[in-house]
């Protein structure tokens, strides 16, 4: 049986990996010679939680039944939940190897704390709350994992949001270089298919977009970080050569991510623009910047609140629906349809169009399980963020909210797959992340399910 | 992981065989070593030649039993799915085999005659065909089977849940978890996403 390896690198993009510096990255070239590769269309949001999931399992978040990091539990105003792996439903294509007798490697992948069994080895994701939990599958190989990664195995960098921009680069190389020696220690052991996510692109991508993109209206020409982002693509493209020295030569390889990046502008107050727009009204308006909690709203005069991020989540107060709901059950589309016009109509301070994208979560997805956001909300089509926090006097921000941050995610990441002995007929334009699943699937002799939403690539 | 024996007993065309995969697939899915011994099979290379006469059916199920001993004693999980219409050889076997977990596919026959996907139902009460269990040869039901599905009334994803949840709960399978972040783990979550600027 032919081998796969995957390696996700989160938050790696298309306009970096191929356009710009492909030439100084000669082990993710090499792997380009002779393989699919092209574009990949990520999720309606395209972030992490649910992509990475949906790459697994082929469904859409709406499928999955999450539509971010934190989802609705109940119509409660503050009744939210994080989307771990307990609420991973679908099957991934670990279970379906799994239960063909296959074993696989999973390692970062995104959704898999609490870590369930499986026929091979799991180290869980970032999303695992400390190392003294069960976050491995074996347990008893976390011991293993410290002294394959020849030192503390790291599942994330530690205070992100910092200027101390020299300790943040030092920790994602300490990270990446640990992550890749713990994965190539592990493969050494027989796997059928192995996994692993370096998440360290998208905290430098996030942490040093400034320094090197000349659109980015921080940019300082000649600053002491203008390569950091190129010097640690090289990097990474170095332990991805060091992975591939160590697989025979039948192996096949994907390199994959799981959305892209771009220059963020700043951020747009979706609390505050409802608030102005006569949206939202608070019990006390704050005299600073403050994160808006659900206690400080008067609900019996708001319609519609937001949730800030890399995207927007829009939520409406309905009649009989929630607590306080103040909009009409009739009246819901009408409304939406309503605000949708105003929100395609926002400006920036200048006056222009942003170009907001906004979308009925109904329309985007094949199903909408749970509670899905009301609205999705991509600020000026991702070139900005969403700040949830209300106080700011504006609804246009250039210093986040939550801290220093220079990128926003975009919607296309990278894919590219090499097997060994197979020419390709032709070049994808785009793929779907949708894809990626039926597609190993297919890879290894297994029948797609009929609920997998993409189709196979080979 | 503990090797054990799933033993699927009950009337042919009472679901052993459909549950007994449903379950390998679950267990295949969390990381076991699992092999089915179906009776249907068994008898086509390990029992060949062996009748429906008692003694043969008795030297089939020991057969059956030997086998998933050497199994589950060596750590793999043995699914077993034959009528094995006989109380004494049943208990035999679980003697034998130190994890016996049995499994009653309970059905009633007049169920069993109404779907008889293979006909075999009809054949026997015409007398087509002999010792046809249930119709003129015994089936006597397990007094201590550790799960029981009513497989005329449960659909085949209840019959699964409940025998995957007896073996949780006997801990010969790992269990999968349903529960939240405790309120110290969701604050570390929560305070990791927002400093990631995801919340």
Not at chain 2, 86 to 110: D, F, T
Request: charged fraction near 30%; charge should be negative; proline fraction near 5%.
């Amino acid at each position: 049986m032919t081998k796969l390896v995957v390696i996700g690198l989160d938050c790696a993009t298309p306009q970096l990996v191929f356009d710009k510096w492909l030439d100084e990255l000669p082990n993710i070239k090499s792997v380009i010679d002779d393989a699919l590769y092209g574009k990949m269309v990520s999720t309606i949001p395209p972030i992490t939680v649910p992509a990475w999931t949906a790459m697994m399992t082929s469904h859409d978040p709406g499928m999955l039944g999450f539509y971010g990091f934190r989802n609705r539990k109940s119509y409660g105003y503050d009744d939210l939940y994080f989307a771990n792996a307990n609420y991973v439903k679908a099957k991934t294509i670990w279970n379906y190897l799994s239960r063909n007798r296959m074993s696989s490697l999973i390692m970062g992948v995104p959704q898999t704390y609490p870590p369930k069994p499986l026929n091979g080895v799991l180290i869980a994701s970032f999303l695992t709350p400390n190392k003294d939990v069960q976050f491995t599958w074996p347990d008893d190989i976390k011991a293993e994992l410290d002294q394959a990664a020849e030192g503390d195995y790291i599942i994330d960098v530690d205070d992100f949001r910092t200027d101390d921009k020299d300790k943040l680069l030092k920790s994602i190389y300490v990270m990446t270089e640990r992550r890749f020696k713990a994965f190539r220690h592990f493969l050494k052991k027989d796997f059928d298919f192995a996994m692993m996510v370096e998440m360290g692109i998208d905290r430098i991508h996030h942490g040093f977009w400034r320094f090197f993109d000349k659109d980015h209206r921080l940019y300082e020409p000649g600053n002491k970080y203008e390569n950091a982002i190129k010097d640690y693509y090289r990097y990474v493209d170095s332990e991805v050569g060091e992975t591939l020295k160590q697989l025979d030569k039948d192996t096949s390889v994907i390199i994959v991510s799981d959305h892209g990046a771009k220059t963020m502008h700043g951020a747009i107050c979706i609390n505050e623009w409802f608030q102005q727009e006569g949206y939202l009204t608070l019990k006390e308006q704050p005299k600073e910047q403050t994160r808006l909690k659900m206690d400080m709203i008067d609900w019996e005069k708001t319609s519609c609140w937001g949730e800030g991020g890399y995207y927007s989540r829009i939520f409406f107060n309905v009649k009989g629906r929630e607590p306080q709901g103040v909009i009409p059950q009739d009246e819901y589309e009408s409304f939406r349809n309503q605000l949708i016009a105003k929100l395609e109509a926002m400006t920036d301070e200048n006056g222009n169009l942003i170009n907001n994208r906004i979308f009925k979560p109904e329309e985007i997805y094949r199903e909408c399980k749970n509670i899905p956001p009301d609205l999705i909300l991509y600020p000026g089509n991702l070139d900005w963020r969403s700040a949830g926090s209300v106080g700011t006097g504006s609804i246009h921000i250039y210093e986040n909210d939550t801290g220093p941050d220079d990128a926003n995610h975009a919607q296309e990441g990278i894919f590219i797959w090499r097997i060994p002995g197979k020419k390709w007929d032709k070049r994808e334009d785009t793929i779907s992340i949708y894809d990626i699943a039926p597609s190993i699937l297919k890879f290894y002799g297994i029948d797609i399910p009929e609920n997998m939403i993409g189709k196979p690539l080979i | 992981m503990k090797g054990f024996t799933l033993w699927f007993t009950g009337l042919s065309g009472s679901g052993k065989t459909t549950l007994a995969r449903e379950v390998e697939a679950i267990l295949l899915e969390r990381g076991m070593k699992v092999e089915v011994l179906d009776a249907d099979i068994v008898r086509t290379n390990l029992s060949k030649g062996l009748g429906f006469s008692k003694e043969d059916r008795d030297t089939n199920i020991r057969r059956i039993g030997f086998v998933c001993n050497l199994l589950s004693r060596n750590g793999v999980v043995a699914i077993a799915a034959a009528i094995s219409p006989y109380k004494a050889v049943r208990e035999e076997n679980r003697r034998l085999i130190k994890n016996y977990v049995e499994v009653y596919c309970k059905c009633p026959l007049e169920t069993l005659t109404e779907r008889d996907v293979k006909g075999l139902y009809a054949k026997a009460l015409k007398g087509e065909i002999k010792n046809f269990t249930g119709v003129d040869d015994p089936y006597e039901e397990p007094d201590n089977a550790e799960v029981v599905v009513d497989t005329s009334k449960e659909s085949i994803e209840e019959s699964v849940k409940k025998i995957i949840r007896t073996l949780e709960l006997m801990k010969l399978i790992p269990e999968t978890g349903e529960s939240e972040y405790s309120e110290d783990e969701e604050d570390e979550v929560k305070q990791r996403l927002k400093d990631l600027g995801y919340i």
